[in-house]
T-cell receptor, first 115, second 113 residues
Framework: AQSVTQPDIHITVSEGASLELRCNYSYGATPYLFWYVQSPGQGLQLLLKYFSGDTLVQGIKGFEAEFKRSQSSFNLRKPSVHWSDAAEYFCAVGGTNSGYSTLTFGKGTMLLVSP | DAGVTQSPTHLIKTRGQQVTLRCSPKSGHDTVSWYQQALGQGPQFIFQYYEEEERQRGNFPDRFSGHQFPNYSSELNVNALLLGDSALYLC????????????FGPGTRLTVT
């Protein structure tokens, strides 16, 4: 069964500083990997996705993530955090079961941005 | 182009009651998935509908059921509500041929008292 671990429940970053959110996954085959962001009272917005190819993927809002198969990781990065980035971030892995896709999410990391 | 819409926004029910939540997918999408997000947790997959049939189901009891209509909209029904059913229920729509790209609605906040 597929699973996702986000080891950091909360992270506080100063505005303008760099950010890295960690994600480790467990999946038997080549995974499809995603990062979503959720602002308070909102649904999930897709930041970026990895299906295959280049292991460094670019997303919206200046985010990027790097797939490292050897470490089963898909960490999210941003070089300079803005106050508007404060939100909860979810890593997810996509897998197929009987030919139909499902998403398995981690428990999320809450990002706090200090002035 | 409207994205995924869900109704109602908030709902308060009593234990033992039944509830129906509704979802309209993004224009052009034919697949609807439902997720339950408990407080402080990530979303958990409930089930997925395509061509008006339940195609995939997560680890949820039969009290959770659903329906998809010919216009691709969907309903989630929960019977015999428990306090533990209190959560944000998220609907996601996608194209069956590209189901990996799931677009989420704002969710319905269900509180069971």
């Amino acid at each position: 069964a597929q699973s996702v671990t986000q080891p950091d429940i909360h992270i506080t970053v100063s505005e303008g500083a760099s950010l890295e959110l960690r994600c480790n996954y467990s999946y038997g085959a080549t995974p499809y990997l995603f990062w979503y962001v959720q602002s308070p009272g909102q649904g999930l917005q897709l930041l970026l996705k990895y299906f295959s190819g280049d292991t460094l993927v670019q997303g919206i809002k200046g985010f990027e993530a790097e797939f490292k198969r050897s470490q089963s990781s898909f960490n999210l990065r941003k070089p300079s955090v803005h106050w508007s980035d404060a939100a909860e971030y979810f890593c997810a892995v996509g897998g197929t079961n009987s030919g139909y896709s499902t998403l398995t999410f981690g428990k999320g990391t809450m990002l706090l941005v200090s002035p | 182009d409207a994205g995924v819409t869900q109704s109602p926004t908030h709902l308060i029910k009593t234990r033992g009651q039944q509830v129906t939540l509704r979802c309209s997918p993004k224009s052009g999408h034919d697949t609807v998935s439902w997720y339950q997000q408990a407080l402080g947790q990530g979303p958990q997959f409930i089930f997925q509908y395509y061509e008006e049939e339940e195609r995939q189901r997560g680890n949820f009891p039969d009290r959770f059921s659903g329906h998809q209509f010919p216009n691709y909209s969907s309903e989630l029904n929960v019977n015999a509500l428990l306090l533990g059913d209190s959560a944000l229920y998220l609907c996601a729509s996608s194209l069956f041929s590209g189901t990996w790209e799931q677009y989420f609605g704002p969710g319905t906040r269900l509180t069971v008292t």
